[in-house]
Each structure stands twice: as C-alpha cells, then as structure tokens.
C-alpha cells in the first residue's frame, strides 16, 4: 500500500472523478436504446430538426431543411444529403414531409437529442419525482436531473447520495458554484449519516475542484480531511480516489515512479470492487507514466486498453474524460499527433455512448494542441475559445493551457499582437509560456531577448526532457538566427538523446532538423541538407505540416549554400505553398520574397 504525505501548494491538471450514480441501463418509449453512430454534423442536424419543438407552442413541428441550413450555415442541399444518412440510420422509411416527423420522434426516443418536457412520461415532466431525476440523469440530461433534484431536496431534503447526484448534474449543466454547494451538503450528510468513507470521497472531489480553481488553501483542508477519513480504510473503493487524487499531485511534480505505484493501487482496489472507473483510471496512469519513463509499447497498450473501455460506454462520463485527457496528454508530449488523432476521431463518433456529447473544457484543451499542429487552425481556434470560456467555470490550469495554444496558433498566422495577447493570458492563468513568445521576440528581430528568456526557462525547466524539448527548439530557430554554432551542437545532441529514449517519428525530426541547423551554421551543406531532408519526411509523416514547410525552407538555404539555386527554389515554392495553405501569413510573404529574389 503505497502511502503518500503532500501538502498542497502547485495547483495540478485534471477535472473529476468518480461516478455518485450507476443504475442498471433504462428502456424506454416503447423498446431498447440501440443508438446508431452518427457524426458530429449529424447530430448538429439532429439537435436543429427538433429545437422547434422545445418551444412554447404545441403544435409545434420539427424544423424545416430551409431553418436547419440558416442555423447551420450550410447549403440546403448538404442538410438534404445528411438527413438521407439519418433516415437510413435510424430506419425511417419513405414519407414525404412525414419522415422528418418520423426522424423527430425516433431521435427523441433513443436519446440522441434531449426530449421536450411535454413528451416526457408524465412523471418526468411533472411530479419531480426522485426516480424521474435518476432517470434524467441516467440519460445524461443535466438541466433536467437538476432541476427535478432540486424540487425534490424542496419538498424534502435529499438523502446524501441523492445530493451527490445533483451536485454531479449541476457540474455537467456547468452551474459549478452550485455544484460546490452541493457536494459540501452531501458531505454533511454523509459524515452526519455516520459513513465516514462516502464523506471521505466527497472530500476528494472537493480537493480537486478546489485545487483546479487555484483555491490551494481550500483545496489543502479538504485533501487533510479526506486522508484522515480514508487512511482509516485503506482496502476501500474509497480510498482508491484517495490514491486517484495524490496521483494527480506527483504526476504534477513530475514524480513518475510514485504515479506507477499510486496507479497500481488504484487498479487493483477498482478490480476488487468491480469498480470499471477505477480500474480504468489505474490503467490510464500506468500507461502515462510508462511513456514519460521511455517504455513507450508497454504506455501505448495499457493506454490503449483504457480507451478501449472509455469508448465503449463501459465507464461514467467523468472516468471517460479523465481517461481521454491522459491519452491525448501522453500524444501530445511525445508528439504522437497521428495516434491522438485516431482516438479522438473515434471519441467524436461514439459521443453517444460514452455520453460525453462532445469535449469537456479540459479535454478541449488538449485536443486544441492537436489541431494546431496538425494544421487544422480554424478548427482549432473555435475549440480554443471555447475550452477557454468552459474552463475558466472550473479549471483555471487548462485555461492557462489553452490560452497557451490559442497564442500558438496565431503567432503561426502571423498575428503578433494577438499572439503576444494570448501568452500574457497564459502567464496571467499560471502556465509558462515563454517558449511562445521567445519566437514572437524573434519573429520581430528582439533576437537578443528572445534568447534570454529561452536561456532562463530552460534554466527553469530541470532534466525533465519532454518539458524542454519545445523550449530546446525554439532555441534552435534563436540560435540560426545568431549563428550559434556552439548552442545549435549542445541542442542537438540533447535533441538525439531525447529521440532515442522515446523513438516518436516528430522527436527524431527534432532532432535532424537541430543537427541540420548546426551543420548548415558549421558550413557542411552537403550534410545539412541529408539531415534537413529527413527531418522534412519524419515531420510530415508525423502530421506536423507548418515544422515540415519549416523544414523545407531550410534545406532551401542548404541547396543555395552548395550552388543547387533550381533545388533551392523548388523546396522555397513547395514550403510557400504549405505555408499558404496554412494560413501562415508571414512566412507566406516572406518566402515570396525570397522567390523573387530568386528568380
């Protein structure tokens, strides 16, 4: 039994835990939910086709292909072209204006859009009953299960496991100050009931909402009152999101040893009490911390089991989260933005299962940085905004996080100010952002600032080499631009050091492209332009579109310096063509200068 001793004084990076409520499945109007897989775009028609139907009037019908293009923004005919996919998933038949009527009624049913309250079995709709709240909740209907909660705690005061429930809806519903409030009564309730390990849960999820709102000294009593309820009862399920929660604290300090053990104690209490969230949660964390510590086939699979289990409904919605967020931080880390991308797309598609709906803010986050490095930067900045306006409710290290990748993202457009904007944000939320604006610096010739805030946050950073590797690269461009040979040798040997311990395509493209530079700089064309070629291909196989036209642009100047002037245009128009399609604004204009120069 691993036993931990922590104080609280750095918030750390995850959303919730647990699951208050696991009733068996529910069938419904009329027959079992078998819930067909729809894309995203689908159920964005879904929710427009019926949101006539939530209004006042009662003989309201669903939306017409004319309303669902004007509320969408897209063509009559493409609403035309997914409603024919709908009727054919969802079994309607032929019927005219009748079959979207049809398709309503049958999305209501399976639960694929939320029920007008007047369509609701009458107690539902009307009498607040508790088991019409567990019910909406089952169905992942937030508001609803809230609101009939509350009406129900009104009438009578709930039982603590039912203020447990309504605290976890109003945290869905993204109502979080009553949340708060909620958990604090079913804490109440719970010590006073005399269950001092249901307190000591509760008291967990208080820690972690506490400390993700940078509430340390709040989070640090309620982390004091939970270990003194739990440790009493260390083979407990409980105690298992004790282990959950302290995880949380090392993987924050870097402490990927202690996480291993933490993550195996979790494990092994979710399997002996046919706990699935636990257990998932263990797997998750063993995996994580097998990738950080460079057994990268033994991460991948258990991440990968974890996945498995989250995708298929096995697990609460908060588990499902958690365990994405773990997987796409492992990706991210080692830039491994091809596999992030698979889970996530199968994520997207099984939103119906899992219940997610869609990304919780922090997992929005992440899934941020994965767009912005895979080129997809108007889809990415609309998740930015919003996983920085839904953060901001609960979980402020994110928002510092993605405030981070909103910065990256424009400084790639070639918006400096808005860049310079988003990283003050960042610093303002608690998340480093200096690599960032080191190039911003750059980027406006402050070439000497540039390298000593780089110099400074590597000083900062410790042996920790996923950490420094974005830091060790934007001292890499710092470095071409002052002609540092000495830096640019010292980089990359670290560079190929972190590329052999964890063997991800994007890190061995790190690293050519640093021993590119420091050969180029030393005045070994010949050699620079073998490393930059292959740091180009691993770059683009890896998904990394804007690091591969960098790439290009310098095997560009590689050619020029062994006379190859036709080569070098070549690679110069190929990488103005990759920044343009971008939208990399700066670099397309300045390599259109360089063509013409060229020219």
Not at 135 to 153: C, G
Not at 221 to 243: I, N, V
Not at 263 to 286: K, N, P, S, T
Not at 477 to 506: Q, V, Y
Request: contains cysteine.
């Amino acid at each position: 039994m691993v036993r931990v001793e922590v104080r609280l004084s750095l918030p750390f990076r995850q959303a919730y835990v647990g699951k208050a409520y696991d009733p068996a499945p529910i069938e419904r109007f009329g027959g079992p939910l078998t819930r067909p897989e729809l894309t995203r775009r689908e159920r964005d028609v879904l929710v427009s086709l019926c949101r006539p139907l939530h209004g006042d009037d009662v003989v309201a019908q669903p939306a017409s292909v004319k309303e669902i293009a004007a509320e969408l923004v897209v063509t009559e005919a493409a609403v035309k072209q997914h409603l024919l996919h709908l009727y054919d998933k969802l079994g309607i038949g032929e019927g005219g204006e009748r079959r979207r009527v049809a398709l309503a009624r049958e999305a209501i049913r399976l639960g694929l859009v939320e029920a007008p309250a007047r369509l609701l079995p009458q107690s539902a709709a009307v009498d607040g009953s508790l088991a019409a709240a567990r019910e909406a909740f089952q169905r992942h209907r937030w508001e609803q299960a809230a609101e009939l909660l509350a009406q129900a705690d009104n009438r009578e005061p709930l039982a603590a496991g039912d203020r447990l429930l309504l605290a976890e809806a109003l945290m869905w519903a993204n109502r979080h100050e009553e949340s708060f409030t909620a958990k604090e009564r079913a804490y109440r309730a719970f010590l006073g009931s005399g269950d001092e390990t249901r307190a000591g849960y509760v008291a967990v999820l208080l820690t972690i909402h506490h400390a993700n709102r940078h509430e340390m000294a709040v989070s640090s009593g309620w982390l004091a009152k939970a270990q003194k309820l739990l440790e009493r009862e260390p083979d407990s399920r409980e105690y298992g999101y004790l282990a959950f929660v302290l995880t949380l604290l090392k993987e924050a300090a870097g402490e990927w040893n202690v996480v291993l053990e933490l993550a195996e104690q979790m494990g092994e209490l979710g399997r002996r009490y046919g706990d699935a969230d636990l257990e998932a949660l263990g797997l998750a964390y063993q995996g994580l911390a097998a990738t950080r510590r460079g057994s990268l086939d033994e991460g991948r699979r258990l991440l990968d089991e974890a996945m498995a289990s989250a995708v298929g409904g096995e697990l609460g919605m908060i588990a499902t989260g958690v365990v994405y967020c773990r997987m796409i931080c492992a990706c991210v880390a080692l830039h491994d933005y091809r596999r992030a991308g698979e889970w996530t797309d199968v994520v997207d598609r099984c939103a119906h299962t899992t219940g997610l709906g869609g990304f919780p803010g922090d997992c929005r986050t992440h899934r941020t940085a994965l767009l912005v490095k895979r080129g997809a930067w108007t889809q990415g900045e609309q998740e930015a905004l919003q996983a920085f306006e839904e953060t901001q409710l609960f979980d402020l290290d994110h928002t510092g996080a993605v405030a981070f990748e909103l910065g990256e993202l424009r400084r790639r457009r070639g918006d400096l100010d808005g860049a310079d904007e988003a990283f003050s944000r960042a610093y303002e939320f608690g998340f480093d952002p200096r690599a960032g604006m080191a190039l911003v610096q750059l980027a406006r010739g402050e070439v000497a600032a540039a390298a000593a805030s780089i110099d400074e946050a590597l000083a900062d950073t410790g042996p920790d080499a996923l950490a420094r590797e974005p830091l060790l690269m934007a001292r890499v461009e710092i470095a071409l631009a002052e002609g540092d040979l000495a830096f640019l040798r010292t980089a990359a040997r670290e560079l190929d050091e972190t590329a052999r311990t964890f063997g991800t395509p994007a890190l061995a493209a790190d690293a050519a492209y640093a021993n590119g530079a420091a050969e180029l700089t030393g005045g070994a064309a010949t050699d620079a332009a073998r490393l930059l070629t292959l740091a180009q291909r691993l770059w683009f196989e890896a998904e990394e579109p804007y690091e591969a036209a960098r790439a290009r642009e310098l095997l560009a100047d590689a050619h020029l310096a062994s006379g190859k002037r036709d080569s070098a245009k070549l690679e110069l128009r190929a990488a103005r063509a990759a920044f343009e399609r971008l939208g990399a604004r700066l670099d397309t204009e300045r390599l259109e200068g360089r063509i013409a120069a060229l020219v």
